[in-house]
Every structure is written in C-alpha cells, then in structure tokens.
C-alpha cells in the first residue's frame, strides 16, 4: 500500500506513528488504518477476526491491508481511497494530499 503521510517511523513523535500486526505483519499508520493503543502487540482488524487473505470487494486481490465495509465485506484502503465513490468517515479521502475534503453532501 501506498501512503502519503509523514511519518515512515515506527517511533515517530508527530502523532502518526506505525503499528505493525503481530498476526500477519501489516504496517499501517494509526491514523491512517485508525489504529489506537498499544502497538505492542497490536492485531489488524482482519486479525482480530480470524481472516486470512481476505478478498478485496473493489478489486480481485486478495490480504493486505484492509477494513470491513458497512455491508460486511472487506475493501483495501488503498482501493478505497482511489475509487471516488467510496467514502470514508462519511468523507472521501484525496488520495494525492491525504486529507479530508469537506463535502455538503449526506453519508451514504
């Protein structure tokens, strides 16, 4: 996965640090992938349910880093930030600055 943030440091001190999964070894930015806690021994959320190699809803690739979509699925964030009719956090994300675009428009 490819990210634009910052930090790139699992110690980083600018309130993004890196979590890596003691399951399956995924690194993820904590605000990225809204990762909180420990990071020592810090599990995905894929991990946590017991599923290996999850199958992307938006893509035909499977594991990686991914989150449960409101129906149940599982979708990549990387997938979900460039496909503009996903949103996040009831917002889309622009995947060129990272950052919350603001929008009138309602959550779906």
Not at 7 to 14: L, N, P, V, W
Not at 34 to 39: E, I, N, P, Y
Not at 51 to 56: N, Q
Request: with cysteine; proline share 6%; net charge positive.
């Amino acid at each position: 996965m490819v990210c634009w943030a910052k930090s790139t440091d699992t110690e980083a001190g600018d309130g993004n640090p890196m979590y890596k999964c003691t399951s399956c070894d995924i690194i993820v930015h904590s605000l990225c992938y809204g990762a909180d806690g420990s990071r020592k021994g810090w599990t995905c959320k894929a991990c946590k349910e017991g599923v290996v190699g999850a199958k992307c809803r938006l893509c035909p690739n499977k594991g990686g880093v991914v989150k449960r979509a409101k129906d149940g699925s599982w979708v990549h964030l990387e997938c979900a930030l460039w496909i503009p009719e996903v949103r996040q956090y009831s917002q889309p994300l622009n995947p060129q600055t990272h950052i919350r675009q603001s929008t009138s428009s309602e959550p779906r």
